[in-house]
């Protein structure tokens, strides 16, 4: 069936620190992907996606490429602030949208960052 | 803007009570979703809607109804067969209808707790 994993957190850091969160995924085919943020109390908002492989998504300084060799989609950035302290959730949609058209999720990676 | 909106943020159930979580969105999508979220668990999927006056039971269905009587609308009832409600709930739209290319849009969820 298809799955997420995500590295699990939680992950500390020092502002300006280099940021990866590992993702890899099980799917048939070429499933779409995505990062979704979730700050305290709120719900989740959408970071970036890639449909197909070899594609990056990126937004706010982060980044993400859709690898099909590793089936991962790791998430990176160069140099964190303390306002990106949040959940992060790594997800993904079967090729087609499945069933029941719903996203698979990760179990969340919480990053704080330290001023 | 568009968007969605649940209401109540916090909500509170006595023994063998029923309460209703509302969502309504104003993006014209056709498919809606109802996720709950237990931490460390990342989201799993209640029920899901991909059309008015149709829906379908997700992973965790038992104890949780809805409707669909309108595009915009889709409350969420928590019944008194559920007996562990207290999670954070998460409604979610999309205008994919299955392709799975579209990122889902989420509220900023509801907070239940048991009296």
């Known amino acids: 069936g298809n799955s997420v994993t995500q590295m699990e957190g939680p992950v500390t850091l020092s502002e300006e620190a280099f940021l990866t969160i590992n993702c890899t995924y099980t799917?048939?085919?070429?499933?779409?992907l995505f990062w979704y943020v979730q700050y305290p109390g709120e719900g989740l908002q959408l970071l970036l996606k890639a449909t197909k492989a070899d594609d990056k998504g990126s937004n706010k300084g982060f980044e993400a490429t859709y690898r099909k060799e590793t089936t991962s989609f790791h998430l990176e950035k160069g140099s964190v602030q303390v306002s990106d302290s949040a959940v992060y959730f790594c997800a993904l949609s079967p090729q087609g949208g499945g069933s029941q058209g719903n996203l698979i999720f990760g179990k969340g990676t919480k990053l704080s960052v330290k001023p | 803007d568009g968007g969605i909106t649940q209401s109540p943020k916090y909500l509170f159930r006595k023994e063998g009570q029923n309460v209703t979580l509302s969502c309504e969105q104003n993006l014209n999508h056709d498919a809606m979703y109802w996720y709950r979220q237990d931490p460390g668990q990342g989201l799993r999927l209640i029920y899901y809607s991909q059309i008015v006056n149709d829906f379908q039971k997700g992973d965790i269905a038992e104890g949780y109804s809805v409707s669909r009587e309108k595009k915009e609308s889709f409350p969420l009832t928590v019944t008194s067969a559920q007996k562990n409600p207290t999670a954070f709930y998460l409604c979610?739209?999309?205008?994919?209808?299955?392709?799975?290319?579209?990122?889902?849009?989420f509220g900023d969820g509801t907070r239940l707790s048991i009296l």
């Open positions: 979610a739209s999309t205008a994919d209808r299955g392709g799975g290319n579209q990122p889902q849009h």
């Open positions: 799917a048939t085919g070429y499933p779409s």
